[in-house]
């Protein structure tokens, strides 16, 4: 539990930069597409023998690049992420029948187990968020530029394809390191609802960010200890909770 605790509210700090940028930019989506790409990933993993996490984050990656790669050559951003979403899902379904014996732990990578996070997660979801942090910290200004008018930035000469590079591979990094937390299925409402949720209450980009950790954070805290009262799925229970507040927001901001 103690390590649960710990990883909800890393990963709150990490999910609330990186789906602030997310829905500011109106791309919910790919966060979808990247986390459908992973299955890939781990179905190839267990194919092939080795680790399905570093393989999903290769395809994690990967699939990030390659919305990007198709979007600059004109084909609509919401196409892109429908083919990589396909794209990702098929694989890790053929990989998956062609391996033989049983696949452990893929409902964990499907469903999610906030009591599964160990040690070393905690030190790869610290160091990302680090690492984001201090990205941020450098970028700041640049990174609100480009997430409310990439047109403009361009006009001015900022360094956009450098920020949507940086950020889409870290939106990757963090969907797979989220993985094991709360599973494929519902890691995008971790990445959007409480950013939706401060949206209602506030436009400018710190504020959000800032009110987005403590929404996440509160979400997954008491998520946790309901799951934990009631003894259901601590992922579907924060999920829920989310959701909520959502609705909660939406009835008090209309």
Same mark, same amino acid.
């Given at each position: 539990?103690?390590?649960?605790? #710990? ?13 602030? &940028? ?23 993993? &267990? &194919? ?8 999903? %984050? ?18 609509? @951003? ?5 083919? +990589? ?27 999610? *187990?906030? =009591? ?27 990174? +609100? ?7 403009? #930035? ?5 360094? /956009?394809?450098?920020? *949507?590079?940086?950020?889409?591979? =870290?939106?990757? /990094? ?22 939706? +949720?401060?949206? @209602?209450?506030?436009? @400018?980009? =710190?504020?959000? +960010? =800032?009110?987005?950790?403590?929404? %996440? ?9 309901? #799951? ?16 909520? #507040? &959502? ?8």
């Amino acid at each position: 539990m103690t390590n649960a605790m #710990a990883g909800v509210t890393l990963i709150s700090i990490a999910s609330a930069m990186i789906g602030s &940028y997310i829905v500011t930019r109106r791309m919910v989506f790919i966060s979808g597409g990247i986390t459908h790409a992973c299955f890939g990933g781990l179905g190839l993993g &267990y &194919y092939l023998g080795i680790s399905p996490m570093m393989m999903a %984050s290769l395809f994690a990656v990967g699939g990030a690049l390659g919305v990007e790669r198709l979007s600059r050559s004109g084909v609509r @951003r919401d196409s892109a992420i429908a083919v +990589v979403w396909a794209l990702g899902m098929a694989l890790g379904i053929l990989f998956i029948f062609l391996t033989h014996g049983f696949v452990p732990e893929l409902n964990t990578f499907l469903f999610g *187990n906030v =009591l599964t996070i160990t040690r070393a997660d905690l030190i790869s979801f610290a160091a990302l968020t680090a690492l984001l942090i201090g990205f941020y910290l450098c970028f700041f200004r640049l990174i +609100v530029s480009v997430s409310f008018d990439q047109d403009f #930035a361009r006009t001015r000469n900022l360094p /956009v394809g450098f920020i *949507n590079m940086a950020m889409t591979v =870290l939106v990757a /990094v963090s969907i797979v390191l989220t993985i094991r937390m709360i599973g494929i299925m519902l890691l995008m409402s971790l990445v959007s609802l409480p950013q939706m +949720v401060a949206e @209602r209450f506030t436009h @400018r980009y =710190l504020p959000m +960010v =800032l009110l987005s950790v403590g929404i %996440s954070l509160a979400g997954c805290l008491g998520g946790l200890w309901g #799951a934990y009262l009631i003894s259901v799925p601590a992922s579907a229970a924060i999920v829920l909770l989310l959701v909520a #507040a &959502y609705g909660v927001a939406s009835l008090i901001k209309r």
